[in-house]
């Protein structure tokens, strides 16, 4: 029984771990150690970074960069078309340690920064600067990374 349907042209590094019914599209890079969840279909001309986490029911499109030690929560979903159903498309760039949560949509063509979070739910529709944090709709800057990280490590004490 097939489970899984990957391009023989793309390229899937080391210790990548790819859980059941996903689908990776031709010319695709998976960089080493990267998890890509049940369910997720990475479309072709997709380049991910090592040590990606990438959770079930993940859409993206083609021409998307994700960086390194990325994490991209369930059901997300990053677009092609900004203006459907137009026949140009570009891709969503998701940076070196940003944190995408659960059920956020990101609009062709944005980038998301380095070390940036967007909060689960949120419709980003323009570029997320680095070292931020982003939420609601449409999303907007909130606090900075680094006051997500204090309150990440309170919640872990109690």
Same mark, same amino acid.
């Given at each position: 029984?097939?489970?899984?349907?990957?391009?023989?042209?793309?390229?899937?590094? @080391?210790?990548?771990?790819?859980?059941?019914?996903?689908?990776?599209?031709?010319?695709?890079?998976?960089?080493?150690?990267?998890?890509?969840?049940?369910?997720?279909?990475?479309?072709?001309?997709?380049?991910?970074?090592?040590?990606?986490?990438?959770?079930?029911?993940?859409?993206?499109?083609?021409?998307?960069?994700?960086?390194?030690?990325?994490?991209?929560?369930?059901?997300?979903?990053?677009?092609?078309?900004?203006?459907?159903?137009?026949?140009?498309?570009?891709?969503?760039?998701?940076?070196?340690?940003?944190?995408?949560?659960?059920?956020?949509?990101?609009?062709?063509?944005?980038?998301?920064?380095?070390?940036?979070?967007?909060?689960?739910?949120?419709?980003?529709?323009?570029?997320?600067?680095?070292?931020?944090?982003?939420?609601?709709?449409?999303?907007?800057?909130?606090?900075?990374?680094?006051?997500?990280?204090?309150? @990440?490590?309170?919640?872990?004490?109690?």
């Amino acid at each position: 029984m097939v489970t899984n349907f990957i391009s023989e042209k793309a390229k899937i590094g @080391q210790n990548v771990k790819i859980w059941h019914f996903s689908y990776i599209g031709e010319n695709s890079v998976i960089g080493d150690n990267t998890k890509i969840g049940s369910l997720v279909h990475i479309d072709y001309d997709v380049k991910i970074g090592e040590n990606t986490k990438i959770e079930g029911q993940v859409f993206i499109p083609p021409l998307s960069r994700i960086g390194k030690n990325a994490f991209i929560g369930p059901a997300v979903v990053l677009t092609n078309d900004p203006y459907p159903m137009c026949d140009k498309m570009i891709g969503v760039t998701i940076e070196d340690n940003a944190v995408i949560g659960a059920r956020a949509v990101i609009k062709a063509g944005v980038t998301v920064g380095k070390n940036s979070v967007v909060a689960m739910g949120s419709v980003v529709t323009r570029d997320v600067p680095e070292n931020t944090v982003v939420m609601g709709v449409p999303a907007t800057v909130r606090y900075s990374r680094e006051e997500y990280d204090k309150k @990440q490590r309170r919640w872990k004490e109690n």
